[in-house]
């Protein structure tokens, strides 16, 4: 059997903001085709993990990799590891006035198909190829048309996000609590686009704190993490047995798998 | 012995011995006596007095300009472009709909907007009407007339005076669209009044464009008569040095008045907003949001005055002042102020100053678009929201795109 290849691989990480340490040696093996779960209480350190493997210019890494294939991200401008194919679902998605989202999306698509040797797309082409993709998350055509996520409502602004995914053709997203403010509806809609969009050649990393997204997407693995750190990692009955037992039980660092 | 400011060059200017003789003669007085504004004025207080010193090196434009109107009539609409240029100024060639006022018309107009006020000194509007001999004013009167473009355009170190006076007969709609362009070292001194009578809608852009050390001095008068509507949207870009004042009047209250203006400067540019709107009578609204994009070291000043008289009962009116600052050596000077003495009125008024957002910035990028990109895609976007209520179709005026697109390459 062909053994998979590795997509990204987070080497002994540390890093923090303003001084304050969140990330504390964090290590992590992504291959492709695989769904990963990051469970962890607030202030465990999840979505300072997204931030930091995005770029987020306010996190400082002293020390450690991130190594998305072969290639060490960590010194690249976030623009540049998008365009390699590194996508970051937001927690909670800017609001920009002003800003059209078709016309933000359009600049931002062009910018990965350069980078995939694709031609650019003009107004009319990029319009074909969004319709096409709206389908997936079941949005409206008049969302295109205001600015990027101004007066979305939760639900709205998450399936833009994934929008934005499918658009971009990422090897791996990374998305941090997509569920958070769902219903159960919009919550089956996003993890269907979601299910979708994933592929044999690509992985998918989901932060949330809950289980029920995992029921709509079923991961290959699970990791739990407490500050700062990966303390466990198991597979879909461990995300059962967290929501039974709540995070107390994973408390105790000799747990820790490395 | 008090000083007389710049006798030489007051002299020097040419008189005039029509229309505007008795005018000219009381400004150039008032010039004499008082000159340069006092840094002791609060309205001049922030004004880097240099700039306007500059402005009496300068020899005077004397070409007789002329205003030229010429009708374009296309599918949409029909426009009235009006050109100043060598022509004499009532020999304008007008066209259905528009009628050149008289010489008694334009006296009852300059001496009911010239009564001059012993503790207020305006010296935007006296400079011009020291050294102004050009004019042009007209009524329009008729449904047909929709567009008027108003251009204004000078390309050496002169001072260029322009004054229109446009009145708005009842129960009309035109869109007044003036780009005012100035490059290498000229200076333009710019006075417009509109009159707008009962019932109807006068949509007004001063889209206003300087480089190479170019200055702009623009006064804009307007009053509104009753259940009409105003709407002006100003943009200064480019010049070192350009003060516009607004000064709107609803004569009677019940009349509706928009007001936006939109500052973008860099370098050591110093541009300045002073707004005044008056309410005389009852159940008034106005809209203003005022915004400025500073770089380098420019300097944007604005200063909004909302007057609310006691007669000016149920009164709605909202100022806004919105600042982008791109670089921490820039400056902006705002105070949106309100005067009430009306006690069943709807009033607020607010000012803000920031930077571009680092999230905003991280989330394009994170979409693959690079800072230069998300930077402009930002700047754009707050300039949007004054550009987008363009109270004019861009796409009807091809020097209004044109112009556009220069601000959008900043």
């Known amino acids: ?111 990965r198909r350069k980078i995939l040797l694709k031609n650019e797309l003009d107004t009319f082409e990029f319009e074909d190829l969004v319709e096409e993709n709206l389908r997936i998350v079941k949005m409206e055509k008049d969302f295109l048309e205001r600015g990027v996520n101004e007066g979305f409502s939760g639900g709205e602004k998450k399936r833009n996000e994934i929008l934005q995914m499918a658009l971009l053709e990422p090897i791996i997203s990374i998305l941090d609590e997509t569920d958070s403010g769902l219903d159960i509806d919009a919550l089956r809609i996003v993890a269907a686009g979601i299910n979708k969009l994933h592929s044999d050649q690509k992985a998918t990393v989901l932060i949330t704190h809950y289980q029920r997204l995992l029921n709509e997407i079923k991961p290959d693995f699970v990791h739990i993490m407490k500050d700062g750190e990966i303390i466990k990692t198991g597979n879909k009955q461990l995300a059962i047995e ?16 490395k | ?58 020899p005077l434009n004397s ?71 050009r004019l042009i004013g007209f009524k329009i009167n008729s449904k047909e007339i ?44 710019h006075l417009i009044e509109i009159y707008i009578k009962d019932f109807s809608t006068v949509n007004h852009a001063i889209v206003s464009i300087g480089k190479d050390s170019a200055k702009l001095m623009a006064s804009i008068l307007v009053n509104q008569e009753k259940q009409s509507n105003y709407s002006l949207t100003c ?17 009677n209250g019940n009349a509706k008045t928009n007001i936006q203006g939109l500052q973008i400067a860099n370098n050591q540019q110093e541009l300045a907003t002073h707004s005044r709107v008056r309410f005389n009578g009852p159940n008034g609204y106005l809209k203003q949001i005022q915004k400025s994009i500073l770089d380098d070291e420019s300097h944007s000043i604005f200063n909004g005055m909302i007057e609310v008289p006691k007669i000016a009962q149920r009164t709605e009116a909202s100022q806004l002042s919105k600042n982008l600052l791109l670089s921490s050596k820039a400056k902006v000077d705002t105070s949106p102020q309100l005067k009430i003495i009306a006690d069943d009125v709807k009033c607020n008024h607010g000012a803000t100053i920031s930077q571009l957002s680092n999230e905003e910035l991280f989330y394009l990028q994170s979409r693959g678009i690079n800072i230069k990109k998300a930077n402009q895609l930002l700047i754009n976007a707050f300039c949007n929201e004054i550009l987008d209520n363009l109270p004019i179709q861009e796409s009807t005026w091809s020097l209004l795109s044109k112009a556009l697109e220069n601000i959008k390459s900043q």
Not at chain 1, 62 to 83: A, C, H, M, V, W
Request: charged share 30%; net charge negative; glycine share 6%.
């Open chain 1, 242 to 257: 967290l929501e039974r037992e709540g995070y107390e039980n994973f408390q105790n660092p000799l747990d820790k798998n």
């Open chain 2, 146 to 189: 929709k567009s008027l473009e108003i251009d204004i355009k000078a390309e050496v170190s002169e001072l260029v005076p322009t004054r229109v006076i446009i009145i708005v007969e009842e129960g009309l709609e035109v869109d007044i669209l003036e780009i005012i362009e100035g490059s290498r070292g000229a200076s333009h001194s």
């Open chain 2, 1 to 58: 012995m008090k000083k007389i400011f710049y006798p030489e060059w007051i002299n020097s200017i040419p008189s005039n011995d029509g229309v505007l003789e008795e005018t000219q003669k009381l400004a150039r007085e008032e010039l004499k006596q008082n000159g340069i504004p006092k840094k002791s004025s609060e309205e001049w207080r922030l004004t880097n007095s240099a700039f306007i010193k500059e402005f009496f090196n300068l």
């Open chain 2, 235 to 251: 943009i200064q870009k480019g010049w070192t040095f350009s003060r516009l004042e607004q000064k709107v009047i609803q004569l």
């Open chain 2, 63 to 133: 070409n007789n300009t002329k205003l030229k109107l010429n009708r374009i009539d296309n599918l949409r609409r029909s426009l009235v472009k009006l050109e100043f240029n060598n022509d004499s100024i009532f020999e304008a060639n007008l066209c259905n709909g528009i009628e050149k006022l008289s010489e008694e018309e334009i006296k009852l107009c300059l001496s009911e907007n010239s009564i001059r006020r012993k503790d207020f000194y305006d010296f935007n509007k006296t400079i011009n009407e020291a050294s102004n001999n």
């Open chain 1, 1 to 111: 059997m062909n053994q998979k290849k590795l997509i990204l691989e987070i080497k002994d990480l540390y890093a923090g903001i303003e001084g304050k340490d969140i990330l504390n040696g964090v290590n992590l093996k992504i291959h492709e085709g695989e769904i990963h779960a990051i469970m962890g209480r607030n202030g465990s350190g999840k979505s300072t993990l997204s931030k930091v493997i995005a770029g987020h210019p306010e996190y400082t890494i002293s020390s450690g990799e991130i190594i998305f294939k072969d290639k060490d991200l960590t010194q690249l401008e976030p623009e540049d590891r998008s365009n390699q194919g590194v996508f970051l679902g937001f927690q909670y998605p800017i609001e920009i006035a002003g800003v059209k989202n078709i016309d933000f999306l359009r600049v931002a698509v062009n910018a």
